[in-house]
């Protein structure tokens, strides 16, 4: 009797902090700030799909938690993603060396990590959209160097709007293709680019589009923030700041309420 006792009081306790702190932005908040919080991990791993970032936070909370099971899983999710072993090796969140232990101590796991990294990598090399993607990127990073060296702003904003029209063509397909990684942070620079001087009707279009990618756990929160946020301050819209992830502009309490309020609607922790 006392044992179930004990076991309901800790299961109201557990359900009554998913009503109350379930958000899945306060819940990686907090095991971002403390990846030993077990609880807010339990919470966390309830949702049904993840994003890199998010993947990565449960990878660390786990791994702080000598949960090497669960670690292996969020590896071979990750390559998935296109998220890869040299990718992890740049983090300063992870604990290399006792990451290291986990994928080295067991060869059968390090063969099939292996395995996986090289058929992802060659998927990746075939992908439609990712070829695009790399081939705008490149001229987009060629074009802002040729212009900043030259100062010919001209060209380039001559440059973004083709890029625009370009990378439209890929976003407003149906369905939307899936971004490995490098895609999604290609996709992020030159959408930081490009979208500052989008006339409303296109990026209303696309706003549309990056808001279901987002939720789809296939582009970043926080980049989507930043494409937001940095169009909003170029333009000098009174919305500015939304998000307020990039500057850090100090606003008043009812402001920041609002904008903590939209960063959790996209998990922008």
Known sequence: MKKLTLFLVFGFIFFKAQGIFGQPCVVFAKIKSDPKDSISLAIAESGSIFSISE????????????????????????????????????????DHSKLNIIIESDSAFKLEYRKETEKIKNEILNDPTAISIEEIFRIDQDTR?????????????????????????????????????????????????????????????LDKILIRKVMDKNFSAVSYSFIVDERLKVNKSVDYPFYNIMDKIKVDQSAQDKINKRKCEINAF
């Open 55 to 94: 993947k990565l936070y449960l990878l660390n909370s786990n791994l702080h938690l000598n949960r090497t099971i669960s670690v292996k899983k969020y590896l071979l999710s990750l390559i998935k993603d296109g998220f890869f072993a040299e990718d992890v090796a740049i983090l300063n969140i992870i």
């Open 145 to 205: 160097a040729e212009g900043k060296i030259a100062r010919d702003y001209a060209y380039m904003g001559k440059m973004d709007s083709l890029n625009q029209i370009s990378i439209l063509k890929i976003l407003l397909n149906d369905p939307t293709p899936t971004l490995y990684y490098k895609s999604q942070q290609q996709l992020y620079i030159i959408l930081l680019h490009v979208c500052r001087y989008m006339n409303n009707d296109l990026f209303n279009k």
